[in-house]
C-alpha cells in the first residue's frame, strides 16, 4: 500500500522572487494559501491558480502549481472553463477588488451565482494599487484619492452583499494580519464543494496604508471585529464579555451582565442554515458594529462543473457518438476510393 505523502508549505512556493512591496498584505495572504494547500494536503499538480490584473494577480508566479495570468477581470471566467473542463482540479481565483468587482463584476457574481467549485481569494485594501492609487469599487465614499481629489461620491460595494446577492453559498472574511484564522478559513474554503468566496482585508503600504487599522491593530481588534464559528456564540471583545443579539429585526451588541443580559441570550452561528436573513445582516456590520470575521455562511448546493460532467455523461450514454470522427460519419456518408 502505497504511503501518502505528507506534504508542506514549502512544496507550493515557486523559485520565483515574489514581486510585492515589502510589508504588503499580500505576502501574509500568499503564506496562509500555502499552509491551507499543506493542511489539506492537494498535491501540487492537481491544482490551478487563476488571476486577473492587479497585485493579488500576480500570485500565480509563487505557486508551484499549475496556473493562468489571464487579463483584466476575465480570471472568474478563465477559472470556470477550467474548472468544468476538468473537474477533479482544486481551481483556485486570486483577484482583488478592482479586478473582481469593476471590470471582472459580471463574471464574478455569475461563477458564483453558477456556484462552480472555485476558491475565490478576494484581496480588498479598497484601492487600485497596481496602477497607483485611484479608487476602487470598495472605497469608502467621501476617501480622497488620486483620481477623487475631492473625495469618491460613489457609495461602496460591500463583497459581503455582492456575494449573497449573487446567490452565494460560501463567504468569509479574514485579515492579513490573522494568519492563524485566515488560513483556517481557506482550508475550510477548499474543503467546501461550491463556489468559495474569501474576501481578505489586506493593507497597501504605498497608496492606502492602515486603510484598516481600525479593526487590524491590535489593541482594539477584540473589540471591533467578531470572529464566527458554526455552532459557536457569536462572542467578542477582550474577554468574550459582549456579544451579538437580535433586537427586533436588527442586530444589537451587548455587554454581558449589563441591562439584564446573559450568556444565553448571545446568538449562537449557524453558518449552514440556508436562510441568509442573518448571514446578510452579519455580513453588512461595520459603522458601531464590529466586524464579522470567519466564516460567515457555508452552505450545500448543486455544483455547476458537477451538473455539467454528470450531463454529459448521460447524453453521451443515449448517443453513439463518442468522438470527432463518430459525428464526421453519422449520416449520409460516401467514400471514393
Known sequence: MEQAIKYQAKDYKSDQYVRWCPGCGDH??????????????????????ISGIGCSSRLPYYMNSYGFHTIHGRGAAIATGVKTANPALNVWLMTGDGDCLAIGGNHFIHAVRRNVDLNIVLFNNKIYGLTKGQYSPTTDKGFVTKSSPYGTVEEPFIPAELAFGSRGNFFARGIDVDLKNTTEILTAASRHKGASVIEVLVNCVIFNDGI???????????????????????????????????????????????????????????????????????????GDMPVALGIIRDVEAPCYDLEVEKQIAEVQAKKPIRKLHDLLMSGEVWEVK
Do not use: S, W
Open 212 to 286: 484598516h487599522k481600525k479593526i487590524t491593530d491590535k489593541e482594539y481588534r477584540a473589540d471591533r471585529t467578531v470572529f464566527l464559528r458554526h455552532g459557536e456564540k457569536m462572542l467578542f471583545g477582550k474577554d468574550n464579555e459582549k456579544g451579538l443579539v437580535l433586537d427586533g429585526f436588527k442586530l444589537k451588541t451587548v455587554t454581558i451582565g449589563q441591562d439584564g443580559y446573559t450568556l444565553d441570550d448571545i446568538l449562537v452561528h449557524d453558518a449552514h442554515t440556508e436562510d441568509l436573513t442573518l448571514h446578510m445582516m452579519l455580513g453588512l456590520m461595520g
Open 28 to 49: 501574509a495572504v500568499l503564506n496562509c494559501i500555502h499552509k491551507a494547500m499543506a493542511d489539506e494536503g492537494i498535491n501540487p499538480k492537481d491544482i490551478a491558480v
